[in-house]
């Protein structure tokens, strides 16, 4: 099974910084790399898919780089509702995958 | 409206069986792979498995924690999806997700989840 690997787990950050997450993939996964936001009691929201596309209805501060094994989700300007954890999650194998998850909290 | 409803969740002694099942609305399920998604308490996601549609001949994937214990199967009839899971453990206790597979197998709609306990 192919492992990724969040950085950090958790983080806090003041409204309106830059957050940046990443996750590593144990081997090559080309794009095959989406984000998800899960708020408490709730389930996963798509964010971005294909390591760099934005899924419709989310806001264009969210952005996904990257390709191989490293990729980067990335809020330019954090806002009081982007309070959540984050999975990165991989589809290249047929044996899928998600990172352990990294916390974001609003200082 | 487009949704997907899981129910069948429940309490269920170690060994023990359950079926799950999820409801599809709104949209075109013969189009879609479809998977379940777990997360047990307190932990991360963690993704079961897919059955695929009738174009894929109707193939299932399994991750290895659970391949062998558990079936995923859909009735494109119904408009639904199911997961068979048999031989049940304590770490199978969680909250279980199904999700629609799209463009670059991304999962865009999920459903609320119900939750599976394991315990005598």
């Known amino acids: 099974d192919i492992q990724l690997t969040q950085s950090p787990s958790s983080l806090s950050a003041s409204v309106g910084d830059r957050v940046s997450i990443t996750c590593r993939a144990g081997q090559t996964i080309s794009s095959y790399l989406s984000w998800y936001q899960q708020k408490p009691g709730k389930a996963p929201k798509l964010l971005i898919y294909a390591a760099s596309s934005l899924q419709s209805g989310v806001p264009s501060r969210f952005s996904g780089s990257g390709s191989g094994t490293d990729f980067t989700l990335t809020i330019s300007s954090l806002q009081p509702e982007d309070s959540a954890t984050y999975y990165c999650?991989?589809?290249?194998?047929?044996?899928?995958?998600f990172g352990g998850g990294t916390k974001v909290e609003i200082k | 409206e487009v949704q997907l409803v899981e129910s069948g969740g429940g309490l269920v002694q170690p060994g023990g069986s359950l079926r799950l099942s999820c409801a599809a609305s709104?949209?075109?399920?013969?189009?879609?792979?479809m998977d379940w998604v777990r997360q047990g308490p307190g932990k991360g996601l963690e993704w079961v498995g897919r059955?695929?549609?009738?174009?894929?001949?109707?193939?299932?994937e399994y991750a290895t924690s659970v391949k062998g214990r558990f079936t995923i199967s859909r009735d494109d009839s119904e408009n639904s999806l199911y997961l068979q899971m048999n031989s049940l453990k304590s770490e199978d206790t969680a909250v279980y997700y199904c999700?629609?597979?799209?463009?670059?197998?991304?999962?865009?709609?999920w459903g609320q989840g119900t939750m599976v306990t394991v315990s005598s």
């Open positions: 059955a695929r549609n009738r174009a894929n001949s109707y193939s299932t």
């Open positions: 999700a629609r597979g799209t463009g670059w197998d991304a999962f865009d709609l």
């Open positions: 709104g949209f075109t399920f013969t189009d879609h792979f």
């Open positions: 999650h991989q589809s290249y194998s047929t044996i899928f995958t």
